[in-house]
């Protein structure tokens, strides 16, 4: 009976369709990671300015997506501004958006605090030895602000991934609504299908997560003597 | 910073204030175009855009080779083929029960083709077409003691699942008699085989498909109360679009299309014992 379920996976293209799903998920995730991390660097660097003005208006920023849920922002780029406005964006587009400017906003934070961690004379001996702002940031803050940063930038690496998940609520084909779909199909002949779908599907981002959390504790370790 | 936070608010103001504006003159313009023709529109991106189901067989679905499949599907090639010449001309836009209405008022698709019904709620929101597909309450019940009139029920217990229609019209037309409530389909149909109850009462299309994978039951009344019509939906005010389906479907109706796209479509999963009459609406209210 349980070994009924499992040759659906390999019916017709079945497989092959969650891999494509499995490729959509890893697309908008990765190219949103890459932005994320830039803008995340940028916008991080800008916040450790004394302006008080600065400070506030990326802390607004910040406050919005870590407050509304990342589904509300998917829903309201999607169905409300289209509706309102005469500014139409795809689906994947809309996600690209939405997980940009939230990872973004978390990686500033992440940068935010790793430089500001950092004791306070290594600005001042920096300051001291007559180097320029950005020579200060390039060759002694940066290179230490990065270990601390890594660590937790990984963790929200994968929080990205994971938070894919949501994109079949607009209309995104990943791999869990690619399961979804051939579940329905075949739940009457094959009662355990479900099980060894999502088994798989869990198998695949247990592929892809599990590696980059081993790395991450690799390296804290390396970086913990 | 209080003068700051005045000064932040100001802007913020002023950016809504322009945004909605601009979105006034917008939606003017957009209203005009459609105005001058929706359909020359879908021409000239050569595409129509239906939304469908991806994973409700077999009204919509995706098959094993990643096609789309189903009544609705059929419908939508159809159509696709009497406006562009060519049934390969669907952009499929896969679509969630709770998505339909924002997928029109978004500007996503030109028609929904999802099992939708009609209800007064969502008529407010969108347009609906002449019905291709009618829903009423059934009753399904085992061969050896058959269940064929609403009398038949008095005395006995009757199996509903909460939050359907069916549940509803029997609590306000037939208080006497006495129901037996499940959360889910699937716990109401494992009751009935458990013979928890005398028979069980749901959407007729749902216990069809069920009946006929279960061969020792059967729908013996098929329909009960109010019908409820399933339709295409196009964005409200798409007049033009609306038209058009309109005479199509009727032209279709004449041809008797949905009773073929019914044999082809829907037969498997129902059964043969089903007639092709409770389900399928030629184009047209009757």
Known sequence: ?225 | MKKFLVLLLAALTAVILAACGGSDSEEKAETSSEATSAIDAIKERGTLRVAVFSDKPPFGYVDANGENQGYDVVLAKRLAKDLLGDESKVEYVLTEAQARVDLLKSDKVDVVLANFTVTPERQEQVDFANPYMKVAIGVVSPNSASIESVDQLKGKKLIVTKGTTAETYFMKNHPEIELVKYDQNTESFEALKDRRGDAMAQDNALLFGWANENPDFSVALSSLGDLDYIAPAVKKGNTELLEWLNTELEALGQEQFFHKAYDETLKPSFGENISADDVVVEGKAE
């Open chain 1, 1 to 225: 009976m349980l070994n009924s379920g499992i040759s659906v996976l390999f019916e017709g293209v079945n497989l092959e369709r969650l891999l494509l799903g499995l490729l959509v998920t890893l697309r908008v995730a990765l190219i949103a990671v890459v932005i994320s991390i830039v803008m995340g660097i940028l916008i991080g660097i800008i916040r450790t300015s004394k302006s008080k003005l600065v400070q506030i208006l990326f802390k607004l920023y910040l406050e919005l997506f870590r407050i509304i849920p990342i589904l509300v922002w998917l829903f309201v780029i999607y169905y409300v501004i289209p509706a309102n406005f005469d500014l139409n964006l795809s689906a994947e587009v809309v996600a690209l958006i939405v997980f940009s400017l939230w990872g973004a906003a978390e990686m500033s934070d992440i940068v935010r605090g790793a430089i500001i961690s950092l004791p306070k004379h290594q600005t001042e001996s920096s300051k001291a030895l007559g180097l320029s702002v950005s020579q200060m940031y390039r060759y002694v803050l940066i290179p230490q602000a990065t270990k601390r940063c890594i660590p937790p930038m990984i963790n929200l690496i994968t929080r990205m991934i994971k938070t894919t998940a949501l994109l079949t609520m607009i209309g995104v084909v990943e791999v869990i609504k690619v399961g979804q779909q051939i579940i329905e199909v075949n739940n009457l002949e094959h009662p355990t299908i479900s099980f060894w779908i999502y088994g798989f599907v869990f198998f695949l981002y247990f592929v892809i997560c599990f590696p980059l959390s081993r790395f991450s504790r690799k390296l804290e370790r390396k970086w913990a003597t």
